[in-house]
């Protein structure tokens, strides 16, 4: 079976915002103009307004898999163009079955009809349940529609939704690039300290939903500068320079390679977020043999329970006491753990497995 990738933007707009101009502004329209402030996940509501001309290798695909679709192509459109295709949907987050948000946090609007949407300002609040409506709708036209998860906890927020609740969801996990894996790990951390090291891997650092500023806070609150012992926290990704001090550095956005190096001299990964799928960092530490520490929220802790290693926090405090426990650990079995957190890692988030996965979707 041949098959080609099919994408609208090829770029990361937060560097290159000139490269899509449409697809710019309308993110803008919905950040500052219609999203509520108080709100902290994002939204797509104007940016889905619109899409450009399907390409035309859709028209000729036997498969269309579809995964972000956000300001590229409308499940309307689709639907009315080619409702008999099969189509794969992957859902890696709630936006599909929501009316705007990519992450509903504590509402359930959208397991009825998302009136009184708490995501946006008061004017735009039909159009969000005016965007249910038209995704529910698109659903229901399509004679072949197979949804995958690459999380139980995001299946059964699907299965609750009006949008997807008469459809069967399959689970398959997210794999990681084959670098994560293919790539000779140092079997051992090839600094010559002993003291713990922590990392933090977010595109934004400053994102609130990635709540990294908590896990600063509590790390520093534990292991103050002038503490004695040695302990380390790194932040990777954009924005981290005001956290920086004695214990914590921040390296700033880097390759793929730079991450791999990074990880195989960390202990452990902690992921502070308010709200996630099945994030890949979890994943692509593991390959590394590193330990998660993730908030037990979304997807996270189905990760952690796949991998056998690793632990869910409900609080700062929660985080605080996990941190305290790994300083406690011997250098012996934090070393000694990391080969048993690669192979699971193989064994659930290969390129290999998810490929055997999507082929009975396929099929």
């Not at 707009?13 to 919905?30: C, F, K, N, Q, Y």
């Not at 380390?232 to 001090?245: A, K, R």
């Not at 996270?300 to 405090?317: I, K």
Request: hydrophobic share 40%.
């Amino acid at each position: 079976m041949k098959s080609q990738l099919v994408t609208v933007i090829e770029t990361n707009l937060r560097e290159s915002p000139l490269s899509s101009l449409r697809h710019t502004l309308s993110a803008g329209v919905d950040e500052y103009a219609i999203r509520r402030q108080k709100f902290s996940a994002p939204i797509s509501l104007f940016r889905d307004g619109f899409s450009v001309p399907p390409d035309p290798l859709i028209k000729s695909a036997k498969v269309v898999h579809l995964h972000g679709i956000n300001g590229a192509l409308s499940l309307p459109q689709l639907a009315k163009s080619w409702p008999e295709k099969r189509i794969v949907w992957t859902l890696h987050d709630m936006n599909p079955f929501t009316g705007t948000c990519h992450y509903s946090l504590d509402c359930r609007k959208f397991t009825s009809d998302c009136s009184g949407c708490p995501a946006v300002k008061i004017p735009f609040r039909g159009m969000v349940a005016n965007s249910l409506a038209s995704k529910k709708a698109a659903v229901s036209v399509f004679d072949d529609l197979r949804l995958v998860a690459p999380s139980a906890w995001l299946a059964q927020q699907a299965a609750t939704s009006t949008v997807f609740s008469d459809h069967n969801i399959s689970v398959i996990p997210n794999p990681i690039a084959d670098d994560y894996f293919s790539r000779p790990t140092k079997g051992t951390p090839a600094r010559a300290d002993t003291g713990l090291r922590v990392v933090i891997v977010a595109k934004s650092l400053l994102d609130p939903v990635k709540n990294v500023a908590m896990a600063v806070k509590t790390f520093l609150s534990l292991f103050p500068d002038e503490a004695g012992a040695n302990p380390e926290l790194v932040l990777v990704g954009q924005g981290g320079e005001g956290f920086v001090s004695h214990r914590v550095k921040a390296l700033g956005a880097l390759t793929s390679e730079e991450i791999i190096a990074e990880l195989d001299d960390a202990d452990v990964l902690v992921v502070p977020s308010l709200a996630e799928n099945a994030p890949l960092v979890i994943a692509e530490a593991a390959a590394r043999g590193v330990k998660p520490l993730v908030a037990n929220i979304g997807g996270m802790p189905e990760m952690v329970r796949m991998l056998g290693q690793g632990n869910t926090f409900d609080s700062a405090s929660g985080l605080s006491a996990l941190l305290e426990l790994e300083m406690s650990t011997s250098v012996e079995a934090r070393r000694g753990r990391r080969e048993k957190i690669q192979e699971k890692a193989s064994s659930h988030f290969s390129p290999q497995a998810a490929a055997n996965n999507y082929a009975k979707i396929y099929s």
